[in-house]
């Protein structure tokens, strides 16, 4: 398909463990953008990758938390030693990114999420 | 700190109403404000606003943005029971220090469940 896609769909743990959640971005989209959905709370911004510069990373909550995104296409984040409150809805965005003015094309595909649940 | 607040949190209505669903912000450096629709995880795009009083129309959805008092509104005419949904607001914003500015990022409100019975 060509839409943005994610991996696993749900993911079950154990507080302790440490999860990996993937994202594959739409071909041709240089920007990646990372979110998370907890019940009740609106969509949180965690981390933003353009092409292969350095990510900003002003929305993770804690240093248990990491991304990489490998050959500027799929991306992975990490969360280390998971706690109850890391379960929510990991959501993955991709967009083309910067345009041909220069300035960033904002229309972000999302994927379908990594539902995770620590327990 | 940066901020989208959106109301109502959530509304219930009859096929056919109207409803108006309400966005404002604060934010240090705006850029364009954008409206999704979220029905199970992933959200899809409906509307970007870069610019005041210009009304962006979809079929029954229309939305319009006000840069002066800092918010924008989203309009659903004839409501179907398929507009149930959760609505999101965000807004553009400059990102990190990258191309001068030029990275952007969304700050996104908590939504307003929106539901449409028979």
């Known amino acids: 398909g060509a839409g943005v896609s994610q991996s696993p769909s749900n993911k079950v743990t154990e507080k302790g463990k440490d999860v990996e959640l993937r994202c594959d971005p739409i071909?041709?989209?240089?920007?990646l953008y990372w979110y998370r959905q907890s019940l009740g709370q609106g969509l949180e911004f965690l981390i933003y990758?353009?092409?292969?510069?350095?990510?900003?990373k002003s929305g993770l909550p804690s240093d248990r938390f990491s991304a990489e995104r490998t050959g500027g296409s799929v991306s992975t984040l990490t969360i280390q030693r998971t706690q109850q409150e890391d379960s929510a809805v990991y959501l993955c965005?991709?967009?083309?990114?910067?345009?041909?003015?220069?300035?960033?094309?904002?229309?972000?595909?999302f994927g379908p999420g990594t539902r995770l649940t620590v327990l | 700190e940066d901020k989208v607040v959106q109301s109502p949190l959530s509304l219930v209505v009859h096929e056919g109403d109207t409803v108006t669903l309400n966005c404002s912000y604060e934010?240090?450096?705006?850029?364009?404000l954008l409206w999704y629709k979220q029905e199970k995880k992933a959200p899809t795009f409906l509307f970007m606003l870069?610019?005041?009083?210009i009304e962006k129309k979809s079929g029954r959805l229309s939305s319009i943005l006000d840069k002066k008092e800092l918010f924008s509104i989203l309009n659903i005419t004839a409501t179907q029971t398929g507009d149930s949904a959760v609505y999101l607001c965000?807004?553009?914003?400059?990102?990190?220090?990258?191309?001068?500015?030029?990275?952007?990022?969304?700050?996104f409100g908590t939504g307003t469940l929106l539901a449409v019975q028979p």
């Open positions: 934010v240090t450096n705006f850029r364009s």
């Open positions: 071909s041709g989209h240089t920007a």
């Open positions: 990758f353009q092409g292969n510069s350095a990510p900003d």
């Open positions: 870069t610019s005041s009083g």
């Open positions: 965000a807004v553009e914003t400059p990102g990190g220090k990258l191309y001068g500015g030029a990275t952007n990022k969304l700050i």
């Open positions: 965005a991709s967009s083309l990114g910067r345009g041909v003015s220069g300035r960033a094309s904002n229309e972000q595909f």
